[in-house]
Structures are given as structure tokens and as C-alpha cells.
């Protein structure tokens, strides 16, 4: 650098500076690059202190110059921070130098006012220096500036200089972190030498994770909060279940042995390194606090909108609206947080109102290798954490091999959470000591990071050495820790081998303890879901209605008449009355019942209004919340552009809250193909897995209406061909009674189970969906309905069906008059309704049984029926296909004819 650039700065003549000024604030470009670092400190100097008034000295361009070094280092010292354990950083320009500001080893015994700055008063420029480099370049990087809330920033930039200035944790701190870190590290050595070769995705190199997140439950329950929820993926799973969770080290070794008598009646059970766990504990204050730790797949960052939408049940349902309650803590790994866009949308719902949980904390394991890619192959980021900047989330970047500075950063963790109820990255640089699992060889990838590795010492001797130099711990209890822990393994192993545990099903959280396990018999007839018509009146009231000196639009104020006349006059409802009658006599009964979705508050198809906006005003009402004092609100929220994550969210809600009626609505049926990880993982087989019921429910718009290929088909073979064992409920409806009595039994049930329901478009309006009051005063879903205007027994053929196409197929019989052919709509069509269906058979002779769908023949229910079904059915379907329809309507219109047509052949 040209130093004799800056030795005019001390000495300019003040027009001079007025002209280059001048030309900075014109063109900040148009001047030298050293005046323009000038002028930018200078211009942060005015921002910080303001103008200079009466008595009040312009601050000297030195003053300016180490302002902006400090600034720098607030910057960008998180850069070149000591926080790899294992290798050198990459080079990144920082501008941390005296030169690059101007000042050089003759100013560093010349004291500045600006010390006062970072909480020295006035001060050398040496202790200035002294003081920004133990803050910001030793093993903590601290990632705050591009905070944009300067209340937030100026917290968090307090905490880092002056706790984060000198950590030195209490003598029992200290003894407390030894001992977590110890119990992390000889469990992992054990498994390691016990069970050689097995899959268990160790921690070693990354084992300051474990007191971290004890840290972290402490320190929660400290400042109030009652829960925690961690999602994670498999790396450490074992360690936190033994070690955080409270598993016992006899289940764990037990799983390892492989000596157990499984009984499958429970389901087929998932590896180890899946499960899920709950434990009460006793944290250091006397205080309990609910850990749980969700169960999940093998697909990285999968878990990570099931535990946000957990939490927030939690905080809606058990702490009534209080975001400081309930925790969400997600452990990352850093191939999988910069890679898994899930983590993207996760961040960018958690301050949106229908997704908050008060801030998560996100732990990244960063062991710098994805299976067997380096990072720089696994990013374009210079850092995995830089999603965090999507919603101003401070980053602290941390050497995994320095207990309290992790320790430190997990506790300033909870504080910045429970402060600001907003999202905090803790980024552990550390590595993995053995490659992807246990068995593979990470020296094929990378031999040079993995010699680095194999001569380093793990992270409690890196510890013990750090205590024992200073005198806080001497050797001989070191020895007797290391000794006793790996005596206490050794004894429960021993008592494994002699007398293994029976088989003990995943443990279920107490929220789910009132219900039971389904039986094939409760499919047999749905419970009774009628209700009272004085509660149909006092809903109908709430929405039919709205309040004084509101004013709808006109096409509105037309709705709710037609709404009054349906439900006082007519007595007879449309599929938006009988949905919305559902959701307002389960909130009367104190259910909570929530629904999220693209634009699911007016509906897709512009049928449900559950709220309306004043035309001149846009202020909102939802009559549902009006239907009575004691009632639940109706939590029903327009979703970010988002399947993946938000149908997770509303999965993970459902999981906490076994009483509520939680709704994930598609803006067509298949756009749930985004979302098909949270669809295989967990919705079809969690209770199989994990022994986790839900009942979930997803609308999924589908049906033939000459939209093209997008917009047609929700997949409907795609759910059937996964269904077995009543893994869920799959239905097409085609009454509106039928839609209110499904909404009503998924929490009637003495169970759970998640439910697709292939909802209309066009049918919304239809006539033929109506259902008179009575439908809903009494009786209950109805599996399957039959035909009510054939009488003749001896038909020829009956033609069975699902949803839309039994309107097509109805306006052909009547129209035709054909009173040979009977319809039967089969609304549920599994778990299938074959006692019902026999039921009905026997009102005819031996007739011929034809399915009749409009998807094409290797789409729809087709297979599943012709294979999984013992009746002799022929089919009427679109001919087989790639694309689920055509994109022309008038094909369309050809193909819907022509097997309505082909349907009534005898």
C-alpha cells in the first residue's frame, strides 16, 4: 500500500478537503480509494455521534480512521477468527490492518476518546487494538453487522465486548461442561471399540455439541422457558439420546446387540439413529424442563418445519400464546444447511404470523465434509450459515475445539432468543474423525484434511490440557472421571449381553396418552358426528353476518345473503357452508382447529371466505370468531409459496396437538408433489416407523376439468399405492354433508390418522352437492353412497366411481334414463369400504361391476383396485398416459364424452 497517500491526511489544507468532500458526496468513485475510506469513517462518525455543535470538536481524521477500524473489525474479523480447529481458513481481504486506515506503529501509544467506543474509556490505540482482537479475532467469529434493528445490534454488539471479551466460566461451570464433554467422549469411544464397524454416525470431533445443548436446556429453563424441541439429523443422534435425553445406555446397547424379539404389531420399526425420544429433567436451578427430540428419515433437514410447527402448537395450545415457553432447537450439519433448500424456507416463514415460535436456535455441526465433498465444492456462500441474513439472525462462528467458547455461545444463544424471540445460528467449525458412517474411508476424498485429523487430539483432551495449565483441574480427576464413566458403560454392557431387555415400542408423548391404536373394525361405520341445529343456527349467525359499519364488497354483501338464505329459508347447504358449519361447531366445542395454505382464507376457487375485508378500509373479519364467548379462534393463515415447508409445519403441529383439526389446503392437488418428502417420510409412514399417529388432514383439488396437465390431477395412485395397514385416509367427495361429517370425525375418532381428501373445483358450487339441514342434525359420513334412482334389481351393470365424474356419469342416466345401470359413489376409498359396498350389492342380481374414472388408466384409483381389491371389476378410464391430462380442451371435452359414453354399454 502507498502510504505517502495518507501522509496528506493529518496535514490537508480544510479547502482542499471541502473540495474532495464535495467530490466524494458527488461520486464517491471519482476520488482516490484511500480519501474514499476516509470519508466513509468520516460519514459513520457523524451517523454514530451526530454533527459537532456548539463546544463539540470535529473528530481529527485519526479518530476517524481508528473508528473505522474498529468498525472493520465488527465487520469482518469474523473472517480471519481463529475458529478451524483442524486446518488453515481461507484468505479473505479484510482491511484489518493499521496501514489500511492510515495509522501505523507510531500511533499505538497514542490514547483516542473513541476507546469509549468498545467500553475502555480513553485509550491507546494499542489496548483499542488489544482489546478488538481478543473480542473478534480468537475463537469466537462474531457475525452481528448486518443486524439492521439498532436496538438488536447495539445489544448483541455490547454482549460480544464485554461477556465475549473474556470468557471464564465459573469454577463449577467449568467442572459441569468437563463432565458433559466427558460423558460425549467415551461414549462415543466405547460404541466405537464395542460394537466395530456399526452404523452409529458418531460425534468425535464434534463432541462440544453435548455441553452445549445442556447449556442450552439450562439456561432456558433459567430465563422461563418449559420446553425444549430439537430436530436433528443422524450425526450425534446417540450421543444427545443418551447423553441430553436421558435414554438409557442399556436401551441403546440393547439396539446395537440385536437381541431383542421384536413385535411388529407395533409396526416395522426404524434404525436407531432415527428415533425419536421425550424426557422430563431436572435442570441446575431446580427447575423442570420437557426435552423432546423428534423422530425422523434419513432426508436432511426434513424434521426441521415438523419441530417449528410442534413448537408453535405447543406455544397455542399448552402455553396459551407464550412464544417464551417452548424452544425449537435445530442441529444442522453444513453440507446440509447451505445445500437443503427446507432450511430457506424455514428461515424466511419464522416471523411470518402464522409460522413464528419466538426465534429458533440453529446449531450447525460443521464438520467441513458432506459424506465425502469438501466445502468448497458444497457452497457458493463463503460461510454455511449466510441464509441466516435473510431475516437479520446474528451468527456466531465458533472453534468446536474450545469447550467454553461453545459453552458461551450457547448461552448468549438462549438470551438473544428469549430477548428477541427471533431466529440465532451457532456455526461449531469442527470435524469428523471417522468418515460418513463408521465403516467408509475418508481418505479417499480427502487424504490431506484426514492425516490433519488423525493426529489431533479430541476435544476433552484439548479441554483437560486448557484446565490443567491453568491449575483449575488436576490429572488424577481427570483419570478417575474418564475411569469411572467408561466403568458405568462397561457394567451396563455386561448386564445387556446376560439379561436383554424385552422389546420396548417408541415411547409416545403424554399429549397422545388419552388415545389408541386403530383396529380394522373401526372402519367398519363411522362414529356419530351430527350435531344439534341450535348449534347450526348460532354458526350460521357468526358468518352469515358481519358487524355494523363494516362494509363488504358487493359480490360479498350478495355472498352473505345467499349464505342466510341457505342456512334459514332454503335449509339446505353448499360444500363452503358445510365446510365452514364443521370448522365453527368444533371451535364452539373448544377445538382448536387451524388451516394454512396459498391463499386459503378466501379458497383457491373463491368458495370459502372464511374472512372478509372491508372495501374501504381492507380491515379484516372472520365471522367463525364470533360464534360465542368460549370458543377457539379459527387460525387459518395464507402460507408463504411454499409446500415443503409449510405442509411440514402443519405436520409437526398436528403432532403436538392430537385434539385439534389441522388443515394443509393445496392451491391445486398437485402441487403437493412439492412437498413429497413430508408426504413418504412421515405423513404415510410415521405410525409404522415411530409409533407417532397424526391426524393431518390435506385438501388436494382434483378433477377433470379441461385445465390442462397441471391442474388436473393430485396423484391420487401415488397416495393408494403407499396405503396399507389404515396408514391414512383416502377419500373424493361428492356431498356437502360428507365433507363437514369427515372434517368432524378426524378428531372424533379414539385415534388418529392423517387424511387426503381429493377436494372439488368445480363441483364447489355444484347442485347436486348440496345436502339438506337434516344430513347434518343426524347421521355421520357416509363411506359409500348408492343409488337412489335405479330400483330395478335386476340392472345390468353398476358403475362405481369417485368424486367429479359421478356428475357426468349421473346426468347420462337420467338423461338417457337408463334405469339398468346403477352408480355407487365410493367417497372413502381406503381404507376401502367392502362391507358397505356388499351391502349395497345386494339389492341386484349379479350385475357386471365396471370402475369408472376419468384419470388416465394408469393413473387414479384403477390400480390400486384391480390389484388390491377381490372383486371382478372391468374398467372405463382415459387411456393410459405420460401427462396426467391433455392441455387441449376441446380433447378434453372428446375424452369426458367418450368414456361417459363407453360407461353405459351394456
Known amino acids: 500500500m502507498n502510504m505517502d497517500k495518507y501522509s496528506y491526511i493529518a496535514n490537508a489544507h480544510g479547502n482542499y478537503l471541502d473540495e474532495l468532500f464535495k467530490a466524494y458526496k458527488e461520486d464517491p468513485e471519482s476520488i482516490d480509494e484511500s480519501w474514499k475510506k476516509f470519508f466513509e469513517g468520516f460519514e459513520f462518525g457523524q451517523e454514530q455521534y451526530g454533527e459537532p455543535g456548539d463546544g463539540q470538536q470535529l473528530a481529527t481524521p485519526k479518530e476517524t480512521a481508528v473508528r473505522n477500524l474498529i468498525y472493520n473489525h465488527r465487520s469482518y474479523a469474523h473472517l480471519v477468527a481463529d475458529t478451524n480447529p483442524v486446518r488453515e481458513r481461507r484468505k479473505h481481504s479484510t482491511r484489518l490492518e493499521l496501514e489500511d486506515f492510515g495509522l501505523s506503529k507510531n500511533d499505538l501509544d497514542t490514547e483516542f476518546e473513541v476507546g469509549s467506543e468498545i467500553g475502555l474509556g480513553k485509550a491507546s490505540l494499542r489496548k483499542i487494538l488489544e482489546k478488538l482482537k481478543k473480542v473478534y479475532s480468537g475463537h469466537i467469529g462474531f457475525e452481528y453487522n448486518h443486524v439492521r434493528d439498532s436496538d438488536i445490534h447495539e445489544w448483541f454488539r455490547t454482549k460480544c465486548e464485554t461477556e465475549g471479551a473474556d470468557i471464564n466460566p465459573s469454577r463449577e461451570e467449568k467442572h459441569r461442561i468437563l463432565s458433559k464433554l466427558n460423558e460425549a467422549v467415551v461414549f462415543e469411544n466405547f460404541l466405537h471399540t464395542k460394537f466395530l464397524g456399526q452404523k452409529r454416525f458418531s460425534l468425535e470431533g464434534g463432541e462440544n455439541m453435548i455441553p452445549a445443548l445442556d447449556k442450552v436446556i439450562n439456561k432456558a429453563a433459567e430465563l422461563d422457558a418449559a420446553e425444549v424441541m430439537i430436530g436433528m439429523a443422524h450425526r450425534g443422534r446417540l450421543n444427545v439420546l443418551a447423553n441430553i435425553m436421558g435414554k438409557t445406555y ?90 437443503q433448500g427446507i432450511v430457506y424456507e424455514c428461515v424466511q416463514m419464522s416471523l411470518l404470523e402464522g409460522y413464528k415460535t419466538g426465534g429458533t436456535i440453529h446449531f450447525v455441526i460443521n464438520n467441513q465434509v458432506g459424506f465425502t465433498t469438501d466445502f468448497a465444492d458444497a457452497r457458493s456462500s463463503i460461510y454455511c450459515t449466510d441464509l441466516a441474513k435473510i431475516v437479520d439472525a446474528p451468527i456466531l462462528h465458533v472453534n468446536g475445539d474450545d469447550a467454553e467458547a461453545v459453552a458461551f455461545a450457547a448461552n448468549l444463544a438462549v438470551e438473544y432468543r428469549q430477548k428477541f424471540n427471533k431466529d440465532i445460528f451457532i456455526d461449531m467449525l469442527c470435524y469428523r474423525r471417522h468418515g460418513h458412517n463408521e465403516s467408509d474411508e475418508p481418505k479417499f476424498t480427502q487424504p490431506k484434511l484426514y492425516n490433519a485429523i488423525g493426529k489431533h487430539p479430541n476435544p476433552r483432551e484439548v479441554y483437560v490440557k486448557y484446565l490443567t495449565e491453568r491449575g483449575d483441574l488436576d490429572d488424577a480427576a481427570v483419570k478417575k472421571l474418564d475411569k469411572d464413566f467408561k466403568s458405568q458403560l462397561q457394567n ?37 358426528t351430527s350435531i344439534s341445529e341450535k348449534q347450526i343456527e348460532k354458526v350460521a349467525k357468526a358468518i352469515s353476518e358481519v358487524p355494523k359499519g363494516f362494509k363488504p364488497l358487493r359480490q360479498i354483501e350478495k355472498l352473505l345473503k345467499d349464505r342466510k338464505a341457505n ?340
Open 250 to 339: 442399556e436401551e441403546i446397547f440393547s439396539e446395537f446387540e440385536g437381541n431383542q424379539e421384536v413385535d411388529l404389531t407395533m409396526g416395522d420399526g426404524d434404525v436407531k439413529y432415527h428415533l425419536g425420544y421425550s424426557s422430563h429433567m431436572e435442570t441446575k436451578s431446580g427447575k423442570k424442563m420437557y426435552v423432546k427430540l423428534a423422530p425422523n428419515p434419513s432426508h436432511l433437514e426434513a424434521v426441521d418445519p415438523v419441530v417449528l410447527g410442534y413448537s408453535r402448537a405447543q406455544i397455542d395450545d399448552e402455553y396459551k400464546g407464550d412464544m417464551g415457553k417452548a424452544i425449537p432447537v435445530l442441529i444442522h450439519g453444513d453440507a446440509a444447511v447451505a445445500g
Open 492 to 528: 451396563r454392557l455386561n448386564e445387556i449381553k446376560e439379561h436383554p431387555l424385552p422389546y420396548k415400542p417408541q415411547k409416545i408423548e403424554e399429549e397422545w396418552d388419552h388415545l389408541r391404536r386403530s383396529e380394522e373394525k373401526d372402519f367398519d361405520k363411522s362414529p356419530d
Open 567 to 906: 342456512f334459514f329459508e332454503k335449509k339446505e347447504l353448499g360444500w363452503a357452508d358445510a365446510e365452514l358449519l364443521a370448522y365453527g361447531s368444533l371451535l364452539a366445542d373448544g377445538t382448536i382447529v387451524r388451516m394454512s395454505g396459498q391463499d386459503v382464507k378466501r379458497g383457491t376457487f373463491s368458495h370459502r371466505h372464511a374472512y372478509f375485508f372491508d372495501s374501504n378500509t381492507n380491515e379484516p373479519y372472520c365471522g367463525l370468531n364470533h360464534i360465542q364467548d368460549d370458543q377457539q379462534p379459527l387460525r387459518i393463515y395464507n402460507s408463504l409459496l411454499s409446500e415443503y415447508g409449510v405442509l411440514g409445519f402443519e405436520y409437526g403441529y398436528a403432532m403436538a396437538t392430537p385434539n385439534a383439526l389441522v388443515i394443509w389446503e393445496a392451491q391445486f392437488g398437485d402441487f403437493a408433489n412439492g412437498a413429497q418428502i413430508m408426504i413418504d417420510q412421515f405423513i404415510i409412514s410415521a405410525e409404522s416407523k415411530w409409533q407417532r399417529m397424526n391426524g393431518l388432514v390435506m385438501l388436494l383439488p382434483h378433477g377433470y376439468e379441461g385445465q390442462g396437465p397441471e391442474h388436473s390431477s393430485a396423484r391420487m395412485e401415488r397416495f393408494l399405492q403407499m396405503c396399507a395397514n389404515e396408514n391414512i385416509i383416502i377419500a373424493n367427495l361428492t356431498t356437502s354433508a360428507n365433507i363437514f361429517h369427515f372434517m368432524r370425525r378426524q378428531v372424533a375418532w379414539e385415534f388418529r390418522k392423517p387424511a387426503v381428501v381429493f377436494s372439488p373445483k368445480s363441483l364447489l358450487r355444484h347442485p347436486g352437492v348440496v345436502s339438506p339441514i337434516k344430513d347434518f342434525t343426524s347421521g355421520r359420513f357416509q363411506e359409500v353412497i348408492g343409488d337412489d334412482y335405479v330400483t330395478n334389481k335386476n340392472v345390468k351393470k353398476v358403475l362405481f366411481c369417485s368424486g367429479k365424474v359421478y356428475f357426468d356419469l349421473l346426468e347420462e342416466q337420467k338423461k338417457k334414463k337408463r334405469k339398468d345401470v346403477a352408480i355407487v359413489r365410493v367417497e372413502q376409498i381406503y381404507p376401502w369400504p367392502q362391507k358397505q359396498i356388499d351391502a349395497i350389492l345386494k339389492k341386484y342380481n349379479n350385475p357386471k361391476l365396471v370402475w369408472v374414472q376419468e384419470e388416465p388408466k394408469n393413473m387414479g384409483a384403477w390400480s390400486f383396485i384391480n390389484m388390491r381389491i377381490e372383486m371382478d371389476f372391468e374398467v372405463v378410464a382415459r387411456k393410459i398416459s405420460a401427462s396426467p391430462a391433455t392441455g387441449f380442451s376441446k380433447i378434453h371435452k372428446e375424452e369426458q364424452a367418450g368414456l361417459v359414453k363407453k360407461a353405459f354399454e351394456i
